[in-house]
């Protein structure tokens, strides 16, 4: 059963030390739940980007929230490079885990399915495979002919997924729309928390066009209302990135005293929900 | 002769290298690559499909971003574009770091899906507006992507030609190098030869970059121009003369 609460409440479902899967930039960021996991203190956090990061992952390594990051890439996309994640990352104090997009979907892809790993095409020849131990290569079991070595992805499952969508129903299902990885992570994970724009009323299930869009409530333990939820960021077909915090955001994460006072300022003030 | 900048001369020269493909796809933060696609797109009178990332007129994906890298895997996109951090004599990519990893002086953003993508797409085009032998190297620190790899190993893909401010050379998968194809207007073959760090061949019918003609230059500042300024309102703006 699902559980309506408030955005306070979700941050502190996430226990120090949680693997959290987070959503890529766009797609359902849920920046006011990643505020309120900063005031509350949140340590130690290995996070899952699914498949790719920005401003969030890197509020959080720079809150020193974050133990370990397993990601494609982190930025904040046309507002250059992502600092906090840059300076943990040169300075050594992030265990990270280098994977490419592809890697992580099918990570949780066999996760969702309940598989050891699924087997990928490609990264062969890579530097990142010398510095995943986990990813291993075997020969293609189902060819006799030749060596046709492939590389495996172990599952990724996650403690955790957290974002944020349009709407929740009553019951707890959350309309996902189009944003299917958003599905996958849930499947994958063992609990999904989600902040929502709206709640809506009524049962999703009833409008079969919704419907289809629809993750059930049977895989999300809680949901808190949070109007402009994604807020810096942009939320696509909903409301566009507030470019001027962003800019703020990307020059404050470049140094650490400038970084400092932004985060006293801005992520850790009630005010800032 | 029609005056033309540099970023005209750019999109109009990687539309060339797109002749003949049926989907591009083009990544985020890529205003020269989205419009060398659209006018591929608008010169193929429509044939070519062009898929924009974060262009929500220009992609029809419903299944997550997953659904991109399952098209590339089933030989569904046959043209892509990569940037690189550091890019060296044998098609490697580093979009990691510069550097002794995991230490790295330098960090770049990682590795996206270069690792994956550069065996699945046929006619993937580096390009590196800045020619600059920091970036063109002889080894790259970290391969985010192999630009090559041994026989026996499945790969459809791979690095087709490196686009840069200066010059466009071609990839040779088999030689495991490239060969320069040609020098863009204004520039020299001693020039290049001193701004490239790595070794590379020279054509023998090397030439200077054809120059976008006129009708070519109308589309691109029209069409193209327009249309891409839905994603890259700035950029159509400053460099293609696009009343916002």
Redesign the interface.
């Known amino acids: 059963m699902t559980t309506w609460t408030t955005v306070d409440e979700v941050a502190s479902m996430i226990p120090d030390g949680s693997a959290l899967a987070l959503i890529?930039d766009?797609?359902g960021v849920a920046m006011s739940a990643t505020r309120a996991l900063i005031r509350r203190g949140v340590r130690d956090l290995r996070l899952v980007n699914?498949?790719?990061g920005g401003i969030q992952t890197d509020l959080l390594i720079g809150a020193g929230c974050v133990a370990e990051l397993e990601?494609?890439?982190?930025?904040l996309?046309?507002y250059g490079?992502?600092g906090r994640?840059?300076q943990a990352?040169?300075s050594?104090t992030l265990t990270?885990k280098?994977?490419?997009?592809?890697?992580i979907?099918a990570g949780l892809?066999a996760a969702e399915k309940g598989a050891p790993f699924l087997p990928?095409?490609?990264?062969?020849?890579?530097?990142?495979l010398r510095?995943r131990p986990d990813w291993r290569v075997i020969n293609n079991p189902l060819n006799d002919a030749?060596?046709?070595?492939?590389v495996v992805i172990p599952a990724i499952t996650p403690d955790i997924a957290l974002f944020h969508c349009a709407m929740a129903d009553d019951a707890g299902n959350v309309w996902v729309g189009?944003?299917?990885?958003?599905?996958?992570m849930a499947h994958a994970a063992r609990q999904t928390l989600v902040t929502v724009e709206r709640r809506y009323p009524g049962n999703l299930f009833d409008d079969a066009a919704l419907a289809a869009g629809t993750l059930s409530s049977f895989y999300v333990t809680a949901v808190a209302p949070a109007a402009e939820g994604c807020k810096p960021l942009g939320f696509?077909?909903h409301y566009g990135e507030d470019e001027d915090a962003l800019r703020a955001y990307a020059k404050a994460s470049r140094r650490d005293a400038e970084f400092a006072t932004y985060l006293a300022a801005y992520a850790t003030a009630p005010a800032a929900v | 002769m029609t005056n033309f900048n540099r970023h005209e001369l750019l999109i109009a020269t990687m539309a060339r290298l797109l002749i003949g493909t049926r989907h591009i796809a083009v990544g985020?933060?890529s205003p020269i690559p989205a419009s060398a696609a659209l006018l591929t797109r608008h010169q193929s009178n429509g044939a070519t499909r062009v898929s924009i990332l974060?262009d929500?007129s220009n992609t029809f994906?419903?299944?997550?971003?997953?659904?991109l890298?399952d098209c590339a895997?089933q030989g569904r996109i046959d043209a892509f574009f990569f940037s690189g951090g550091q890019i060296d004599g044998a098609g490697n990519i580093n979009?990691?770091?510069i550097g002794d990893?995991?230490?790295?002086?330098?960090?770049?953003?990682?590795?996206?899906?270069?690792?994956?993508?550069?065996?699945?797409i046929p006619r993937i085009i580096l390009f590196r507006p800045d020619h600059d032998p920091r970036v063109l190297v002889p080894k790259v620190d970290?391969?985010?992507?192999?630009g090559?790899?041994p026989p026996?190993?499945?790969?459809r893909g791979g690095p087709y030609a490196l686009v840069t401010g200066k010059a466009v050379f071609h990839f040779d998968s088999n030689e495991g190098r490239f060969t320069l194809q040609s020098v863009h207007p204004g520039e020299t073959l001693p020039d290049i030869q001193a701004t490239t760090g790595f070794a590379f061949d020279v054509a023998p019918d090397l030439s200077e970059t054809e120059s976008p003609d006129a009708t070519t230059l109308s589309l691109i500042r029209g069409s193209v121009g327009r249309e891409i300024a839905a994603t890259y309102p700035k950029f159509a703006r400053e460099s293609l003369g696009i009343a916002a």
């Open positions: 890529r766009g797609c699914v498949p790719t990601t494609s890439g982190v930025s996309g046309e490079p992502a994640f840059a990352v040169t050594g990270l280098e994977a490419t997009c592809p890697a979907h892809q990928l095409r490609g990264v062969l020849g890579s530097d990142i510095f030749a060596e046709d070595p492939v189009r944003e299917r990885d958003l599905i996958t696509t077909g | 985020v933060s974060g929500p994906w419903s299944d997550g971003g997953k659904e890298f895997a979009l990691v770091g990893y995991p230490r790295s002086t330098v960090r770049f953003g990682g590795s996206y899906g270069s690792a994956f993508l550069y065996y699945m970290f391969i985010s992507a192999a090559t790899s026996g190993v499945w790969r």
